[in-house]
């Protein structure tokens, strides 16, 4: 079985190194001229998988699905499964973080058999990095990938991530356990989220593992600003964008110029990519 680090890698190589968002959020189906329900909310997943065939990673933001109940996981099932077809690597937005049998249960539902199963899922560490194994061994067996929460943009996150412990900031120290995971595979899938943002970053050099940039575009992060963030090497930045590209939808045409427009912009992070 290809690990998904491999699948990443020779996906974003192939067709560039974006991760492109599914985010339905209230103000844009209102944007978009649809209803804030089930309906609206499938009709806006289909449009997107539509402009985004033939992009490398789609993440999916699920707690947008998960608001609408049983309704919005069906079309967040629906949509992971139109996606994947498509041979579209999938990213589910999930941010799961538990322990025992509880992290276990949420490792099945994002890894496992479940009709949510994608080919990787976000995950937080901050009830202890060890409380994710559950997640990260079925997900090595199963071929998946685990994105691990890092340093992200909220000012919130700074009074945890960059605590000093042991000489090292937590949000290190939290790299440091992702690539103790990857040691040894080529290239590893355990991944880490660190903010495009921020002025103070982790160093990820060593992660051998692909590193999420969330917050480019709308939220101020800029596609000519991200080359060696976190002293990153070529190929290891994926760079996430949402709202700037969804906010040229409903046109599939639009929607699709958009998301094209900002794979060139950050096509040079592919060069020399692993």
Same mark, same amino acid.
């Given at each position: 079985?290809? !690990?998904?680090?491999? $699948? /990443?890698?020779?996906?974003?190589?192939?067709?560039?190194?974006?991760?492109?968002?599914? *985010?339905?959020?209230?103000?844009? /189906?209102a944007a978009w001229g649809l209803t804030a329900d089930a309906d609206g909310l499938a009709r806006f997943s289909d449009v997107c998988v539509a402009a985004f065939a033939g992009f490398a990673v789609v993440k999916p933001q699920v707690a947008f699905f998960e608001a609408y109940g049983s309704a919005g996981y069906a079309v967040l099932e629906d949509t992971i499964a139109a996606l994947r077809e498509a041979g579209v690597l999938v990213l589910a937005d999930a941010k799961r973080g538990d322990i025992g049998s509880t992290m276990a249960a949420y490792a099945q539902a994002w890894a496992g058999d479940s009709p949510l199963a994608a080919d990787a899922v976000t995950a937080s560490p901050y009830l202890g990095f060890g409380s994710l194994q559950p997640l990260l061994d079925l997900a090595a067996e199963r071929g998946r990938g685990v994105f691990v929460l890092a340093a992200t943009?909220?000012?919130e996150g700074a009074s945890v991530q960059r605590a000093q412990v042991g000489g090292r900031t937590v949000a290190q120290s939290v790299v440091d356990a992702a690539a103790a995971v990857n040691r040894g595979a080529e290239p590893g899938s355990v991944g880490v989220v660190v903010g495009a943002?921020?002025?103070?970053?982790? *160093?990820?050099?060593? /992660?051998?593992g692909?590193? /999420? %940039?969330? !917050?480019? !575009?709308?939220?101020?992060? $800029?596609?000519?600003?991200?080359?060696g963030l976190g002293g990153a090497l070529p190929g290891q930045l994926l760079p996430a964008v949402s709202r700037e590209v969804l906010r040229a939808g409903p046109d %599939?045409?639009?929607?699709?110029?958009?998301?094209? $427009?900002?794979? *060139?912009?950050v096509g040079y992070l592919a060069a020399g990519s692993r």
């Open positions: 079985m290809t !690990g998904f680090g491999a $699948r /990443l890698s020779a996906a974003t190589a192939q067709r560039g190194p974006l991760c492109l968002g599914i *985010d339905p959020h209230p103000e844009l /189906l943009s909220n000012p943002t921020l002025t103070e970053t982790p *160093d990820v050099s060593a /992660l051998n692909p590193v /999420l %940039v969330p !917050g480019v !575009g709308a939220q101020g992060g $800029r596609p000519d600003a991200l080359a %599939v045409a639009s929607l699709r110029a958009a998301a094209e $427009r900002m794979r *060139d912009a």
